[in-house]
């Protein structure tokens, strides 16, 4: 295989396996006056998370991450799918979740901390 067409093959295998990333929105990135980054190195990053009925999350994404709950209600998170969950979301809860797209709706003020493990 000629050096040119090993190259085009190349980025072909790599723009098909970075597509999902195009559609993934990194939370801070997303909604900066809700999200606060309070700490990261190459292993985590630590964000403060503030939101409410008036200021829902928008669409965006985590990797594998811990979430303790400062404040909450109830809230309806929809993920990218269209698939819709709701949770009460007490203070003081401590839940770890998979890489996950979505939105956040709460009922009432909402502050967490979420730490992302970095791969």
Known sequence: MKKSSLFAFGAAIALFLGTPLAFAQDA?????????????????????????PDTPLK?????????????????????????????????????W??????SVEASAPSHAIVVELKQ
Request: glycine share 8%.
């Open 59 to 95: 669409m965006h994404s985590h990797p594998a991450h811990v979430v303790y709950l400062v404040e909450g209600g109830n809230a309806k998170f929809t993920t990218a799918d269209g698939k819709v969950t709701e949770a009460e979301m007490t203070a003081g809860t401590v839940r």
């Open 28 to 52: 801070v990135a997303t909604q900066p006056e809700n999200n606060k980054v309070l700490f990261e190195n190459d292993r985590v990053r630590v964000i403060e998370v503030k939101f409410g």
């Open 97 to 102: 979740t998979d890489p996950v797209t979505h």
